[in-house]
């Protein structure tokens, strides 16, 4: 992490606690050892202005400066200028922000940019090889599993991830694991289709 | 969303060192579902986030007499263990019928258990709320209250707890495995949380920058033959109106043990100990289960728009009851 010009970058505070055995006046449960007297530094921060922050996004690296508080989906949106993942909600309710951090599918307004530095971070730009699209994309436009298509990267992101997962595509299973992004469209049973006929589910 | 400083912990006593300075402002962060969504609405200001993913607290440790969850373990992660599936059954449907796999993903254990009520009188900045100002005034009595408690609550809040997660750790005996700067505890689950009273503010024990380690679960025939059973207005991805975990033991068709929480009726998982009581000792057969739920209501108190929970409490802890008690 590299140092910021924030007001706390170089407040360093060396605390030292002399291990005061039950003197927090613990109500419940058991103080089962104490540590002994230590020097303990207190951790460095960085912010709240703009810090340098590196990215792996889709398989490039990319140096931003962003303040601590900026989600990763501001920060694909505003700083990368990746705008395939969409705000939906901004709350963790519609799931149109679903990216993948290694490999695992996350709403991305839920997620600090500065945490996911020295992770992988997919988002809808880097599924395809080129002009050959992931089969995902193509089940869902073989499907026309679309009307408006905003949470249509979201829908894509997390049938990507909900694969990875392994479990079975009966219909309950993916309607379940696929209630986290929802199409106000109602394009529903085409986004189970699509995602079906990828899973290999007759 | 108000500004805030970053910092990453290396290790656990900076961390602690960090949020236990007085005056510091300074919350933890792992998953981030709950502060994040907190701080975006104004109800949770802190000056530093303390990024504690780093720590070495994520595995789950599997033993003949208990499992160990370290705190910064998944909610998928947990659910998905097969020993927790196995063994915990509750435990793992809890966590499968919460939130949405997005959030799974990303939702600490730890974080789960400490996670803040759903009153949307709570998360809204320009309403009388106790819990942020004490004082204030309580907005949800005489309000609109369709999801708040029916028992537990006070003149100050009635706010009710929405962890499906540790309802289901109650049921189970679960222990919070807890740090500070002067040492280690262990909390039983039943003991974590306190009720509002007139101090609706301070929602458990823990002390400032006091840390979860782990959550133990240890082994019980009880807990093996469990379940969780959830009502809600849709079919997934929403929290529960009346929820139950139940968990019971027999022996040659005899209740020997059992454990009956109810979730979000109250401002933290509510144990119907006079239930367990009706129970233990008793054949486990239909008619016992009918008249043990029939008790499951007492005490309770609606406040209008959720008296529906009062009859909804009793009708889940019989129905959750007949489904186990066929298979004790």
């Not at chain 1, 407040?11 to 927090?24: D, E, G, S």
């Not at chain 1, 901004?90 to 599918?105: I, P, S």
């Not at chain 2, 380690?213 to 025939?221: D, G, H, Q, T, Y």
């Not at chain 2, 000792?281 to 289960?289: C, K, Q, S, V």
Request: a neutral charge.
């Amino acid at each position: 992490m590299p140092a910021s010009n924030g007001p706390f970058s170089r407040r360093r505070f060396i605390v030292t606690t002399v291990a005061p055995a039950l003197a927090l006046g613990l109500s419940s449960g058991q103080l089962l050892r104490s540590a002994d007297a230590a020097t303990v530094t207190r951790l460095p921060s960085h912010g709240p202005k703009p810090v340098p922050v590196t990215l792996l996004v889709n398989g490039t690296e990319h140096r931003v400066a962003i303040e601590p508080r900026a989600t990763l989906l501001d920060t694909l949106r505003d700083s990368l200028n990746l705008t395939g993942t969409k705000k939906g909600c901004d709350q963790g309710t519609c799931g149109a922000c679903t990216v993948l951090v290694d490999g695992k599918r996350v709403n991305s307004c839920f997620t600090l940019a500065i945490m996911t530095q020295g992770k992988a971070v997919t988002t809808i730009e880097g599924l395809a090889q080129g002009d050959a699209l992931h089969p995902m994309q193509a089940a869902f436009l073989e499907h026309d599993a679309f009307q408006c298509g905003f949470c249509t990267s979201g829908q894509i992101m997390s049938a990507v991830g909900f694969l990875s997962e392994h479990r079975p595509a009966d219909d309950a299973t993916v309607r379940e694991f696929m209630s986290g992004n929802i199409c106000r469209c109602g394009a529903y049973p085409n986004i189970l289709a699509a995602i079906q006929s990828v899973a290999g589910h007759a | 969303m108000n500004a805030i400083a970053y910092a990453r912990a290396t290790d656990t006593p900076s961390a602690l060192a960090t949020t236990a300075e007085p005056g510091s402002r300074a919350s933890y962060i792992a998953g981030g579902t709950n502060v994040i969504d907190l701080m975006k609405d104004d109800v949770e200001k802190p000056v530093t986030l303390v990024d504690i993913t780093a720590l070495p607290m994520r595995d789950i440790r599997v033993g003949a007499e208990s499992i160990m969850l370290g705190a910064l373990a998944t909610m998928a992660d947990v659910a998905d263990t097969p020993a927790v599936k196995a063994n915990f059954p509750v435990v793992s449907e809890a966590l499968l019928l919460s939130a949405s796999a997005q959030l799974r993903n990303m939702a600490t254990i730890g974080g789960n258990v400490l996670q803040r009520t759903r009153c949307s009188y709570f998360r809204d900045v320009s309403q009388p709320c106790n819990k942020r100002h004490p004082g204030n005034g309580c907005s949800a009595i005489g309000g609109e209250n369709r999801f708040h408690s029916v028992i537990g609550t006070s003149d100050h809040c009635i706010c009710s707890h929405p962890s499906d997660f540790a309802a289901a750790l109650t049921a189970v005996d679960a222990r919070v495995h807890t740090r500070t700067a002067s040492g280690t505890r262990v909390i039983a689950i039943e003991d974590l949380y306190v009720l509002p009273g007139d101090r609706p503010n301070i929602e458990n024990v823990l002390a400032p920058g006091e840390l979860i380690e782990a959550i133990e679960l240890p082994v019980s025939a009880h807990a093996r033959n469990s379940q969780y059973l959830k009502v809600r207005d849709r079919a997934s991805y929403e929290f529960a109106l009346v929820s139950v975990a139940a968990a019971l033991e027999t022996s040659r068709g005899t209740i020997r043990t059992a454990r009956v929480v109810l979730g979000s009726v109250a401002p933290k998982p509510w144990r119907a100990h006079d239930v367990e009581a009706a129970l233990v000792g008793r054949p486990a057969t239909p008619d016992t289960f009918a008249r043990a739920a029939a008790i499951a209501s007492n005490g309770m108190r609606g406040f209008g728009n959720n008296d529906y929970k009062i009859p909804l409490a009793r009708n889940t802890v019989e129905q959750a009851l007949q489904a186990i008690g066929g298979a004790a």
